[in-house]
């Protein structure tokens, strides 16, 4: 990467091979003190080390106490460590470890982000916003995306812990693929209340910024397990609609009802299935765009020079793809 | 009925047997004018009439243009008519009928009704308010249930179109059978959060009273088709929340899984699946109060003299009841 | 319709109303001659009509026998008649019948037909075709699409008996939705192949050619009900790959593939689920097509004034439009 | 514990933790000498160790032959160990070892146990028998109940083996859990016949008696498995009926319905359906019990200081408890 | 039918044609009277009539109060009528009747039955039943086999209300088709026990002798319904060897598992799924039987000249046969 | 094995023990050098071993980087070792080991093959074969079996990668088992047309010789997993069809249709469901011979001494089988 405020991070974990000798800095996501089988040898240190490309095992066989008092969980840490094979996985032995310093990384490094630029997606989006004719809508959706705080977590959210978009800005990504398909399905069928749909796909998701937590890993709040996105985003609108006392009563029941019936079947979690054109509309638009990046990443993280993925538990199948080769995280990145 | 402000409406509907000729007062639910084959003999005239006990198709034979005019669909109807079979199924042939009066019928006979005295339920409710000690979630109901225009209806609305309490008060009426056996339940498993329980349970179908219409029959309104009540209650709570400031987040969390879980499986339009002790509860004893309650409705609808009902599609099955004759069902308000 | 050559049928079925006197013509779908229940009247004659607007009841109830001699099960008939309501349904009364001459019809009001004029689309769709780069996908597509017979077939078929774009130029016209959802598809995802998806859009329904008949009423063979469209396809296409032996074997497998799994689903009659970024693309966008316009059929069909459809046995729902008047089926043709 | 019968075991395995230095009494539940991967170092002993409170791994690193010779699998033995940590679970290194005295160790420290009195627990059983009036009941019940040995394997019996009450006593506890909910259920619905639907409750699960075994673990017998305690159950009512032979028919049909519809769906197992008021009432009631304890159990589980359990995979999630300490298994028994 | 013993009962409904006058004798299903829409008319009679080929509407006009005096319902009646052609249905219009004599009609033209003989049928049974050379097995199977009156019911009973062998007769020739296909399983695979395979055969249906009744239909018995054959036949079993204390336990319990386990999923109504060799072949052979009968019977119920058969609700889909001409069903017994 | 041509390969690894030290033969299925986790110690090499009685891991622990030279993945090696017992498996730890002299092994005990002589069942097929009068389907099938190419790869394929027959000549051995069982079935139901029953049964499974690849492992080809042998199979007889002008364009629909069907339910990959007598025949048939195959297999490996079998994650539950010692891999050969 080119980008000159972008610091060395050191190798992505899922590029290193065995043997590799490197230095890097990591999210220390555990760590913990084991006992050796022949106790006469103490202790060793296991780490859980990630970055924005994976997670991998490392250990500290020597001065492992030492090693466990020096770092913590959730930071960043700098290491100096080897790539080495055991019981058929990749693992790193550490020789030298220590808590990273902020000029030492870029924590878009850390987590995995979009490979699109936020700033290009954010000007796209405000041009969507723009288009929407009818004030009642405006008004509405401009009471989310003009809210800063609301905004800025919008703009920052993945889309998914790991099935789509599973990634910084993931969000933001899909929210613009689906706008971008709406414009075709638009063309196709403009018996579509097109300014409906551009709200209603704007305002589907919002409940993510709330579901999830994207620290330092893409994780579900209580309040996201508890509630889910699906519901707390009826709930954000139904809020917003009180200090809109003049949005009229049948936009905003077809405006909700999208929203609840997005996921498209019950045993999806969705508590309405879809009963007007655009509610179909959009679940159909937006179950393209989450499965095109889903495929699209599953087929993208096969192993090199392999044809077909590792099997997928949630997909019940492996996926083929080209058996062109793959390039590293890095450039990949670079190209885009 | 002894009541003395209890109007003779005439026989219910379901208690008519071929033969009988009678006077009664009736819903008019709809009407149209039909030729007949030989078009020398002009139009009759077809009604459907309703009451609490069900409904039935009626004819005008003569003078049908007259008759159609005299009356309004979604009225109450006064009539003299005589019983008879035609296709295997009862009908009424209708010598004479005007609009009723307001003095000679009550509306409590014209749409199903709880057997219960809606008074004495209401006090009962008030008791098990009243013994909420938790400040928070006693005045997140109150907030509720001391709003006279959301009590009102609270009292009327039915539980359900069909298949449960599906009656005026049948809401009330359910809504008390959980709170008496959420008793039982915090008695075998204290671990249970009593207060937390006993809000949920008044809480979890306030939606109800937005879901369904109830004037001359119990219906989906709009906003219940397309919203559903489950969301719509979490909706309403998180706008009662909005004055209630201080009120715990994990608490608000709690309670509204449980509203969004009750109905416990996904295919069963739950948004969310039950993942705490009072979820898990309030879907048990919710749906033990409803089950009961259909059962026994359907049993008590079966053929006089039958052992099964008729096959109930919802259920695929014929239900099992004792042989033990049948009461009309005048006499056995009378009973109750 | 301003058309010329379109020459003047006589009232749509679906436009009719009780009381209208009228003289059209129509299909004969059946004819059968029935007893009065009075045995001293003899016989009337109970008639199935057709056009593009439905079908309907009609009665002869004088000279039937002779009236039944006259016409000839599937000819198109011109008739005198009158509707009126029976049973709560709209039959026609026949004053007068007889065979249509050819001059009195026009064959596209017979069968419903694609709002979209076939030559224009016609004109699109080898415009995609010709934007197809790849030798090999372009030769097999070809070889299909210059074969007279078949695009003959292909232009006039129907994509469904039922469910979407169940009308002439079905097919075509949902074929033709695809390829534009595509462009958007590629635009988001250039990962996907290009000319193989255009290539699977434009194949993946062939089978549709021989699995319907549309001489008087769209039905299926029996090669379609035993065999099934998915299945044809791929055996159209492997008899065709037999002369191209340079035809890439990989390219085949994963173009088989995409039409083998383009109902997504085992439950959906798929014999494989999709596994390459063309086949899950492929999936969702023809999806999204044919349920806009299941949807859009199923509104547009509505009752007059009502703003929710009958209910939807397949989609076990009913759906919700705008409550905007609708227009006669007349009406809505000489808007598009 | 304050019972002066109850043997000093030492700690229960499940509130070890790794550098405890301890001596205790365990079920051994298997051994297996395994090499050392340096040939020169010869083998390791290990063993599996139960206690009521879960299991845990241990080794013998030295001496393993010896130790190997000196125990019995399915003995209690008693040892002096130390807990360590390895690859991320807690095990114990063994410093000594023999099999345990018979009065070392109380019997009911082995196996998980009720936490509620055995004999207060057959008082309560025994009322609830006397309150039923029918005399046929009546005596088919006793006829169970009054049988010694049949008595004292119900008393002892768990009611599952993982799912819910999955301990000893457990079925005589989920049993009374029933009865004392049907006390509710009959003031709500007095239409369900009380007598028997007490006598439905007391015997739907007896077929577990012979479908467990529980000496030093629970497990299913291959009558359990191959047919089943709902069958089971049917069957021994029906064997105990050919001794009353005044037992009305109807009377047994209904009873012996009940049984066989109690798990409510054929997915179930259940071969068949509730069909009767007291079938739905039983399975609703019954599953209210099991489903409580269940969700109890997994919540008091969960780890120190966590809000969420770990996914359980028959309920395909984690649960959400409070965040209030836990106490240790033997703190808990002290309390109750 | 050349058969001296069986009477002339006249055409059966199955083969009566618009426009035939005949004299027959039929099983009268059900009788009401009927008021004409024209009140001068009075009323007129309405009847169900079946035979063994299939059930009728017949109607009274005239001297309907008389002819309903005259008949019973569920007696053979003897009438004088003619065919026509109502509502595009065929109905019965009948100008005199009376109840028949008993050496009017032959019982087995009443009830469909089995075209296979039952004294050859009952021959093969018993060769079957011989060739058993376990003692044990032998001796339950001649518990059953010998008992009289259980014989009796089992040659007569049909083996299903609808689906599949739905005659007199049926559940022996069913039982009798699965020893056939067993024979050849046996010989593929002769780790199977044959004894038991066997014996599970002849059992595993005998609950249906108490689950139908067929005396003018065939129709399910309460404890049918409540019970299921399933566990009846466990049942019968459990008792029968209560008077064989020497059966081996293993034997008993591999024998009941496969009659618990024949209908193969839980969702099918089965208790347990088979998990032994003899069980896993009975629940194959025995629905191959099955559903031969089943889809056979359909195809020879389709229409004359048709190559499909009607929908059938059950199986959703309807059947393709050969096109040559059916036989009516007097011809098709000449046959057999 | 008393084959003179029959090689000593050694011990099978599924009846090795701990301690035995052997002499072997075995296909080296991978290779891959570990580190020992002091590295000071250097590298371990780990192989995956298999033959036609499993597969099992074998390391050596001396040398490593030298014998992992010395022999390459894919081939049969020959190997000094002895077994251990680690982490409650079983190992290899190898002494010596270099690739295998063709003279030192055959072929047919590296994959599992059928227990039945490849040349009686070749024969019994032919015999089957001849058996066909019709001469359009006896072209047919010639037009495959008298295919050298075509039918030396028929002979050898498995008939599934692990269900069922999943060893070689397992497609040869399954469509005899099926033709045996068509005897039967038409013994029952003459109605079924003999000769299509019969090409249905020999063709239903031809495109598994493409869908599987069983070198040194029975694997799914691409083709196999994009395509299915379903479709392929289909594909297969339309481009035979080709060569075949006159064959009826009826009997090639209901024998396409057979083969479509043949899976008989849409979730398990069938794309069409048994609309003819011949196809559920054919359906339940193949399905009794696949199940009793695969029980067979799962009960024959069970671990010896036991009545059940390890849980089988396919059919979601453990087999039982009868206590009888099991014989080893060797022993049972012979017998056969």
């Keep these: 990467m080119n980008d000159p405020y972008h610091l060395d991070k050191g190798p992505f974990l899922r590029d290193l091979v065995p043997g590799d000798r490197f230095i890097g800095n990591y999210v220390l996501r555990s760590k913990q003190l084991e006992s050796f089988r022949d106790p006469a040898r103490g202790n060793f240190l296991t780490l859980v080390l990630g ?3 994976g997670q991998l095992i490392a250990r500290v066989w020597e001065n492992a106490e030492i090693a466990y008092e020096d770092v913590l969980e959730g930071e960043i840490i700098k290491l100096d460590g080897e790539t080495e094979s055991y019981l058929e996985r990749t693992q790193i032995r550490i020789f030298r470890l220590r808590s990273a310093e902020p000029n030492e990384y870029d924590m ?3 987590l ?3 490979e699109r630029d936020p700033e290009e997606m954010v000007k796209e989006l405000k041009t969507f916003i723009d288009s929407i004719k009818d004030q009642h809508l405006l008004a509405l959706v401009n009471n989310f995306f003009n809210d800063d705080e609301f905004f800025k977590l919008f703009i920052q959210a993945p889309a998914a812990r790991r099935v789509h978009h599973a990634y910084l800005h993931g969000l933001l ?4 693929e689906i706008l971008v398909l709406a414009q075709t399905t638009l063309q196709l069928y403009p018996q579509i209340n097109a300014d409906l749909l551009s709200a209603g796909i704007l305002l589907h998701d919002i409940g993510k910024v709330r579901e999830y937590s994207w620290e330092l890993d893409i994780n579900y709040t209580n309040e996201g397990r508890l509630l889910g996105h699906v519901v ?3 709930e954000m609108i ?4 009180q200090s809109l006392p003049d949005f009229p009563e049948d936009l905003s029941l077809r405006l909700r009802h999208m929203l609840l019936s997005h996921h498209g079947r019950y045993e999806w ?4 299935r879809p009963k007007t054109l655009e509610a179909i509309a959009l679940h159909h638009i937006e179950n393209t765009s989450a499965q095109l990046n889903r495929f699209n990443a599953l087929l993208s993280f096969r192993q090199p020079g392999k044809d077909w993925t590792e099997y997928d538990r949630l997909l019940r199948r492996q996926l083929y793809g080209s058996s062109e080769d793959e390039l590293s995280i890095e450039e990949s990145s670079q190209l885009s």
């Design 51 to 53: 970055d924005r490309s």
């Design 108 to 110: 878009r490094d850390m």
């Design 112 to 114: 995995p982000s979009s």
């Design 173 to 176: 990504e899909h929210t613009l």
């Design 232 to 234: 707390m985003a009826n």
């Design 238 to 241: 139904a809020i917003a609609l």
């Design 269 to 272: 979690g969705s508590p309405r």
